[in-house]
């Protein structure tokens, strides 16, 4: 049985960005707030021993325990899904920050192509453009109307960038609060090679700081170090905006947020048309807890939101036969193998230096930005010169044909260890009919909840997408002059295991249609207007830039549509 | 080569460098460094005797003696020693393997060993329900039995070309069977096994005096590259490993 707690105005699941945001405006305006984190809390003493790259990066120190939950996945429907047993293709967070506490920092809003990419799409190639089965669909928002949420998350964590308004990313209403990162010789010689091939390079956008910074919220961080312990590690200098340093402590100084860790949300309690609250364990304890609430914000990672919705049984499942129901629909993912990799015999660069979000970026062939009239592909991707830190047992690049052990590979090794610099592309996922979430029918976590279950594979739009800018990445490379130089652009079946993007999407998208979207515009669900999803699971797709600074903004737009609910309530379009 | 030790914050000047760097200025500053936990306190910057002494870490938590000697000479086929330094075995590299498997990753303590277990596609990833520290063994076990059955020897007196025909049978998985498990799967932990002994901190055993990072100028724990990141030449730096951090 479990024990029931007094109601409360507001409970959030999951505090990483968009549970933080939330709190922390939330509580700014008054409303008590409890926060569920299922995971420890954390703050940046932790670090103490966080230059560590087997603790961190090989043994996932701040990762999710898979032993007591996973996913399942399969390629597709003929496929038995097995369980991700250890990880591999992307990561999940856990803890006090989430995801927000072990990402690298890179900062990219998404274009405005992104956000009306049906109807874009349709102006400008027509509708049989959009080849059968894909679901690509507008998001029921602007790029314009996001525009000062985005402004806000920048100012909030202080993110570095250039001055100059780039001419291939959408306008900006007020420059970046702090300056871009510092450049590296690797980084000139991208940014060089591109503006010779006419390309409009930039430094990327970071959320480690350029320079110290006080936000609007009186919060003061240090700059970065560019220590090259980033993703995956946390920051012990608190330079990388992260939750437990930015809105976190907002929210707790207000003395309106009940933060509880260590409690594993396993249900959310609903009549059907309003959520009445949620049960969660105490996984210190083992207790059940029932925690009534006249409001009930999800904000825990994509694949939780998503699963908590199904084995909660509210909104409606998505039925990939007939693409109805919502729930779980329009998974995406992100394009990444694109590569292109320099040798540089007689160059050595300074690569184990660096930060999480330190490199430069072309857009030129990002969303529509170019002309899709004789390609089989939408969308794009960034293509980029990145710096996070080569470490010494993930980073061992060597020269195809080289063995990958013994006296060669040990040669190799270490004679390009210091001498390889590599051109990467980060490509749009865009979903179809049949890649989705739903529920395992055989595997269960630990609390003998299903598991979440994953049907994806790679397509020919992201097999074209890949090669073609790898292909672009490639002439850039040979622009920076390698030695020699190596192009992978071949793509079979998504595989599980390798490491490629903790840019999981979509499961409760947003948009204008009830019929074909779970939240609304604010995030608002539509089958239960007092439940606001909060997070990448609103991607309608995936853009070609990383998602944080799109999550960002979201997040601060539900939580302006929650405090206009608490005061008006109803649906709010 | 430019030099570099004195472009690095040393021990002793650490707090001129969080004051250079922001860090320990007022007002609501979260960096948990304030707390002083990382740079210990002041008395601890003496320089401390080096007293030549036994590494106590260099014994055994898994494997029998059998099992070390062989993980030995594989590992160091993976990574031999040649004119660019030592190889896995002077490294200590077996001793980080047995102490790994001895470790909670050994038994996969975070990886989700819920049954029905069945192979999969290559698409999947590992879908066995034996652990590692299980793998490994099997696999060692195997190495003993193939260079028995095919040498008539034990893999340590192999020579050094036998080895290594041995190691690539084994990473192949097509010649020889491992009841209850494939060669490749063993082979794949011994190799990134090998090159995390390698380069992983000294601490767990392996990268002995840090001469694996030595032998590639990585410089280990570093605090900050702040001053240097725009540098166009290369910069060679005496590494640092985490223990530095404990030496106050």
Known sequence: MSKKLPKVPVVIVGMGWAGGIIASELTKAGVKVVGLE???GRSTSDYYMAHDELRYALRYEMMQDLSKETVTFRNNEKMRALPMRTYGSFLLGDGLGGAGSHWNGQYGRFLPYDFEIRSKTIERYGEKKIPKGMTIQDWGITYDELEPYFDKYEKMAGISGEAEQNPMVGKRSNPFPTPPMKVTPGMKMFMDAAKKLNYHPYIIPSANLSEMYKNPDGIE???????????????????????????????????????????????????????TGVVYVNTITGEE?????????????????????????LGKPYDPASGKGVIGKNYAY????????????DKEFNTFMGAGALGAEISDFNGDNFDHSNLNFLHGAGIRFTQTGARPIATNPVPKGTPSWGKDFKQQSLKYANSTLTLASQGASLPWQH??????????????????????????????????????AGEIMKEMNPTKMEVSKEMKSYNITPYQSTH???????????????????????????????????????????????VGALSYRAAEGILKYIKQGGSLV | MADTNSKQPKSSSRREFLKNSGIALGGLVVGGVLGGSLFGSKKA???????????????????????????EAACERIF??????????????????????????????????????????????????????????????????????????????????EQDETLKVFEAGKEYQLAGTSTTGFFSLLRSMTIEGVYADPMYGGNKDMQGWKMRNYPGNQMSFAKDIEKDEFMKIEPKSLHDHMGH
Request: glycine share 8%.
């Open chain 2, 45 to 71: 910057e003496v320089e401390k005797v080096v007293e030549k002494s036994v590494n106590y870490n260099q014994a055994l938590m898994f494997f029998n003696q059998e099992q070390f000697q062989l993980t």
């Open chain 1, 435 to 472: 890649h989705y979430l739903d529920l395992d029918p055989t595997y269960k976590d630990a609390y003998g909840t299903p598991l979440l279950r994953i049907t994806f594979d790679w397509e020919d739009q992201d097999r074209e997408l890949n090669k073609y800018l790898a292909e672009r």
């Open chain 2, 80 to 161: 031999p020693q040649d004119e660019h330094g030592p190889g896995a075995k002077e490294l200590g590299v077996a001793f980080y393997i047995d102490h790994q498997l001895a470790s909670p990753w050994g038994i996969n303590a975070k990886d989700y060993m819920t049954g029905p277990f069945y192979p999969g596609e290559p698409t999947q990833g590992m879908q066995t329900s034996l652990k590692r520290a299980e793998i490994f063994t099997l696999g060692l076990q195997g190495l003993a039995d193939y260079s028995k059955k095919k040498y008539n020897k034990r893999f340590t007196d192999l020579t050094e070309a």
């Open chain 1, 221 to 275: 961080r240090a700059a970065c170090q560019y220590c090259a312990f980033c993703e995956r590690f946390g920051c012990e200098y608190g330079a990388k905006a992260d939750p437990v340093v930015t809105v976190i402590p907002v929210a707790e100084k207000t003395g309106n947020l009940d933060l509880r860790t260590h409690s594993n949300v396993t249900k959310i309690l609903h009549d059907g048309k309003k959520a």
């Open chain 1, 334 to 345: 992100q394009v990444n193998s694109g590569k292109a990799v320099g040798f540089f015999d």
């Open chain 1, 38 to 40: 299922r995971g420890k």
């Open chain 1, 504 to 550: 999981n999407t979509g499961g409760v998208i947003m948009g204008a249609d009830p019929s074909t979207s779970a939240v609304n515009s604010y995030l608002q669900m539509w089958d239960a207007e007092n439940v606001f999803v909060v997070g990448a699971s609103a991607f309608a797709h995936n853009g070609g830039y990383n998602p944080t600074a799109t």
């Open chain 1, 289 to 313: 807890i029932e925690q009534p609430a006249d409001l009930v914000v999800m904000t825990s990672y994509v694949l939780n939101n998503v699963r908590l919705l199904l084995t909660s049984k």
